[in-house]
């Protein structure tokens, strides 16, 4: 006999409570076996995949006001949309726009993006792709696809990953743009850019990013948003955008998770 369609959703409903007490048993257990932790400190927490409330309030989350192709903050609250600091004025970013979700200090912020590109915490990239998704909402909301920065093969090999890859995976999860990591090629292996001054920056990355012939009808006329872990004098920002936009993208804009600010 064919169940009526209120027993049907009845049984449906009976299924959902077991699977959720089944998977709230098995939460408690994971619990027990691994405690939640701070993502920075290690700390005990409330949850998994969290920070503790004195790491919290050591992050330096970047919200408006702040220039809007730059993404980096104004010291005083200037009540004036669309505003642009005289750093993007004197020199222009090659790239549209570029935010970022927290000042990369020498706290919680720092320690995660080393624990994610030198220590291979790869459970870390996705609360940090959630934020920068958050972060980026504007310009993921205008964007076709995702482009990650990359390595270069040799660097790749040697690190086993790419973090930025990794970032670009997880927020593309959370905003349902598609990932491309196949638009955008490190062609010149450089130096780290660690140390060097920003016109040394911009030498050192000068032509190591190439479109590939065979990628530029997939990007032609699309809007990227090209992610790194961290954005510093924009030179590799730069590189990259000047490639994709030589490729035949029709704009760039950059997101990162934290970026260098040297003045409030």
Known sequence: MVP???EAFRNQTRVAQAAAA??????????ILYPPACLACRKGT????????????????????????????????????GLISPEAMADPPVFGRARAVVRYDDGPARRLVHRLKYSDRLEL??????????????????????????????????????????????????CAVPVDTQSLARVKQTPPQVGLSRPQRAGNVQGAFHVPDEAKPKIYGTRIVLIDDVLTSGATANAASRALLRGGAKSVDVLVFARVVTSA
Do not use: K
Request: hydrophobic fraction near 45%; aromatic fraction near 8%.
């Open 4 to 6: 009526s369609l209120r």
């Open 22 to 31: 089944l998977h709230a048993v098995g939460a408690r257990a994971l619990d």
């Open 46 to 81: 409330a949850a998994h995949h969290a920070l503790c409330p004195d790491c919290w309030g050591q992050m330096g989350f970047i919200e408006r006001p702040y220039c809007e192709r730059l993404g980096t903050p104004f010291a005083q609250d200037l009540r004036t949309p």
């Open 125 to 174: 990239a996705r609360p940090m792709g959630v934020w920068m998704a958050r972060a980026g909402a504007e310009l993921l909301g205008e964007a076709d696809l995702i482009v990650p920065v990359p390595l270069h093969r040799f660097r790749l090999i040697s690190r086993r990953f790419n973090q930025a890859a990794t970032l670009a995976h997880c927020v593309s999860e959370a």
